[in-house]
């Protein structure tokens, strides 16, 4: 329940600015892959200006996610080390008792 609230306050106020930038900012702008020749209209595309701010937020995004999962990753694998040996220790306690139980029949 927490969380929803906490989603609902964050995800509505960034939601109407969004909305609110994109309305402001429908004119078509260029956009060109040449710095020598702006002019060359095999790489200039021409769209609204907020899909290029909504490209630029998506992809930001996503390289931060990515980011974030490489750095993780040395967590993730200690996690994994961690499952492995808490799989083993009810053989290990086994073998100990065994061990340590006195000999049967005598």
Same mark, same amino acid.
């Given at each position: 329940?927490?969380?929803r609230i $906490?989603?609902?306050?964050?995800?509505? *106020?960034?939601?109407?600015?969004?909305?609110? /930038?994109?309305?402001?900012?429908?004119?078509?702008?260029?956009?060109?892959?040449?710095? #020598?020749? *702006?002019?060359?209209?095999?790489?200039?595309?021409? /769209? *609204?200006? #907020?899909?290029? /701010?909504?490209?630029?937020?998506?992809? +930001?995004?996503?390289?931060? +996610?990515? $980011? !974030?999962?490489?750095?993780? +990753?040395r967590?993730?694998?200690?996690?994994?080390?961690?499952?492995?040996e808490?799989?083993?220790? *009810?053989? !290990?306690e086994?073998?100990?008792?065994?061990?340590?139980?006195?000999?049967?029949?005598?």
């Amino acid at each position: 329940m927490l969380q929803r609230i $906490v989603a609902v306050i964050i995800i509505l *106020p960034l939601a109407i600015i969004l909305i609110a /930038l994109a309305v402001a900012n429908r004119a078509a702008v260029p956009f060109t892959i040449d710095p #020598f020749n *702006p002019g060359n209209p095999a790489l200039t595309v021409e /769209l *609204p200006l #907020f899909v290029f /701010l909504f490209i630029a937020l998506i992809l +930001g995004v996503i390289i931060g +996610g990515v $980011v !974030t999962w490489f750095r993780q +990753g040395r967590y993730r694998r200690i996690a994994r080390e961690r499952v492995r040996e808490a799989k083993t220790l *009810p053989a !290990t306690e086994e073998r100990s008792r065994a061990a340590l139980a006195p000999p049967s029949g005598v």
